[in-house]
């Protein structure tokens, strides 16, 4: 080990530094996402969309009006076709155990997009767009102005950072 492997040392070590600070910036959007929660689908870090097929399903299941949140917690499907297939289950996953539920997370989100540089990663994209359907939920259950004032600035921020991110692709 002479001084002539030092540049290799620190040039491998710079990149694994950079892999890492991307891989907590990407975790840090959605932390919830890397950690299974008991009793929930072994599913660690899940995406429903892979393809056009799912953006379908997707937009299927988002056109029928499900419940994003029951007086469980729960996220449910009226159609009981679109209720019974498996990709189904993992939006259940992503909708009751990834995206943020209370305005501090959703803020939170919103600060997080708000610093990041660069295009989103496809899941993370997905789960800022379903949180954006959750707060818009929000506001038509919302029971006071207010809360209705609170959800619907969640929303248009959500939907500026998704903008932003749409201009960068």
């Given amino acids: 080990m002479g001084a002539s492997s030092l540049p290799w040392k620190i040039i491998i070590f710079s990149m ?3 892999l890492c600070a991307a ?3 990407y975790k840090g959007l959605y932390p919830s996402a890397f950690r299974v ?5 072994p599913l ?12 379908n399903l997707l937009f299927e299941i988002l056109l029928d009006g499900p419940q994003l949140e029951d007086e469980d917690g729960q996220f449910l499907v009226w159609d ?5 297939l498996r990709k189904t289950h993992k939006l259940e996953v992503i909708c009751e155990n990834i995206i943020p539920k209370t305005v501090p997370e959703v ?4 600060f997080a997009l708000a610093q990041g540089n660069g295009v989103l990663r496809r899941e993370d994209f997905e789960r800022t767009v379903l949180t954006l359907v959750y ?3 929000k506001i038509a ?25 749409l201009t960068l692709r």
Avoid: M
């Avoid at 929660?37 to 689908?41: D, E, L, Q, V």
């Avoid at 259950?141 to 991110?165: G, M, P, S």
């Fill in 16 to 18: 694994f530094y950079s």
């Fill in 23 to 25: 891989h907590q910036r």
């Fill in 37 to 41: 929660k008991r009793g929930a689908a």
């Fill in 44 to 55: 660690v870090n899940p995406v429903f969309q892979k393809s056009v097929s799912d953006v």
């Fill in 80 to 84: 009981r076709e679109l209720a019974s």
């Fill in 107 to 110: 803020r939170r989100l919103i």
């Fill in 135 to 137: 707060t818009a939920n």
């Fill in 141 to 165: 259950q919302a029971n006071t102005a207010h809360q209705k004032d609170v959800w619907a600035e969640c929303f248009i921020n959500l939907y500026k950072a998704i903008k932003h991110d």
